[in-house]
């Protein structure tokens, strides 16, 4: 039996990426029953998705657990009991492999600790490394737990208590662990090349066991839409920076347009930009299903993806996954995450290094619709092809390895 656990994601949030894990390792062990644990919230989104995305999965079954996350000291305590129900259970079935779609740094010291006490078990842990790797390029509070000791400790531990968001975490050091791991027990799961190409300039990587992933997806079935549209239409799917899309709706604002055009956010994030005519919303505040997003998805040119530099250096954005998926030409701000897809010699759309350089390409496209047509298919054509190349079934062998 393979065995999952989400320890960290209540309801929507990560569904997309963890639905694929499962259709991957569904296909690579086939055969084998799969458990997994996670919040009844979370198995709902995985059914949701899995549903939308007409995938069928082959004796899969869920545990519920719950756990908190609103306290870093309380998260502390119930992850060591969640931890210990979910291991227990892998000893009770004679199973020392344990995969976890996410993971954080005092669960690593938590793992670390289990794997001494079931030493004799040797057991195994795969962790997708998500957003919480970006604390590494951050400067840490390094504390020692060993050099805390008595009144100290007491203070320390109650101020925590009291004190949802204090430095608890900082015990935990996710540099300090990852650092100082000897164990090839830890397989660290990174969603992107570009993630292991950045964090080999923050840490001596070679001592470590990482597999690289790329975000495995289920992607939507191609549709023919050969229906152009009047004008051009732009999207923001899904999340964004939209603070960021404010400051492009103000510089668009600037300049002058010979034809029409859309910005079509299809998400429910919509405020600060009802003033701007050529933005659209369907469900302002209102949280759209998968569904309802394909929807709205058919009829767009390309998708706006306006992250800054500073993001996404040492995670993976879903964004461009989307964009493939949907077949989605991209116009995006120069990331290291995003252009890594993005090749000089197998483009799939245009960087841009600032706002104003964006809204300046924007500004082309839209009055020159008629004539970006051809560049605008072979960005299509390079995207189906990227897709073929990161397709789950096309990469069965690397989830074989991971786990």
């Given amino acids: 039996m393979i065995i999952f656990c989400e320890p960290l994601i209540k309801g929507f949030g990560h569904e997309k990426v963890n639905s694929g894990f499962l259709t991957a390792y569904n296909k690579a062990f086939e055969g084998q029953p799969i458990m997994v644990f996670a919040h ?37 305590i119930s992850h060591f009991l969640l931890l210990f129900k979910v291991i227990r259970y892998a000893n009770k079935i004679g199973q020392n492999k344990i995969f976890f779609f996410s ?8 793992l670390d600790f289990f794997q001494w006490i079931y030493v004799k078990r040797k057991l195994e842990f795969s962790l997708v490394m998500h957003g ?79 597999h690289v992933l790329d975000m495995p997806t289920n992607f939507r079935p191609l549709i023919s839409n050969p229906n152009k549209n009047n004008f051009i239409k732009f999207a923001m799917f899904g999340r964004g920076d ?4 404010i400051r492009l709706a103000k510089a668009l604002n600037l300049r002058t347009f010979n034809n029409q055009y859309e910005i079509r956010i299809i998400g429910k994030d919509y405020i600060g930009l009802e003033e701007f005519d050529n933005i659209t919303c369907s469900s302002p505040g209102v949280k759209l299903t998968r569904q309802e997003m394909e929807f709205q998805v058919n009829d767009i040119d390309m998708f706006l993806i306006l992250y800054d530099e500073d993001k996404y250096k040492l995670s993976c954005s879903a964004s461009i996954f989307e964009a493939m998926s949907y077949l989605k030409p991209i116009i995006y701000l120069s990331n290291e995450c995003i252009s890594y897809y993005d090749k000089s010699d197998f483009k799939i759309g245009y960087d841009c290094k600032s706002i104003d350089e ?32 990161l397709s789950i079934d096309n990469n069965i062998n690397k989830f074989k390895n991971s786990y």
Avoid: C, W
């Fill in 103 to 110: 993971v954080s740094s005092q669960m690593l010291y938590l």
């Fill in 358 to 389: 964006f809204a300046d390409k924007m500004a082309y496209l839209i009055d020159n619709y008629s004539k970006v047509g051809n560049e605008l298919s072979t960005f299509k054509n390079n995207l189906y092809n990227l897709r073929q190349t």
């Fill in 40 to 76: 009844k919230t979370h198995i709902k989104a995985l059914d949701n998705i899995l549903e939308n995305d007409h995938i069928k999965l082959i004796d899969v079954s869920y545990k519920e657990i719950n756990f908190n996350t609103s306290n870093q000291f309380l998260s502390f």
């Fill in 242 to 245: 939209y603070k960021m899309l």
């Fill in 132 to 210: 919480f790797l970006e604390d590494i390029s951050e400067k840490e509070v390094i504390l020692n737990v060993t050099n805390i000791y008595g009144l100290d400790f007491l203070i320390f531990t109650i101020k925590n208590i009291f004190r949802p968001f204090f430095v608890f975490e900082k015990l935990f050091s996710l540099k300090r662990f990852l650092e100082n791991t000897t164990s090839d027990r830890f397989k660290f799961i990174l969603l992107s090349n570009h993630i292991l190409i950045q964090l080999q300039k923050q840490i001596d990587v070679s001592r470590i066991n990482i």
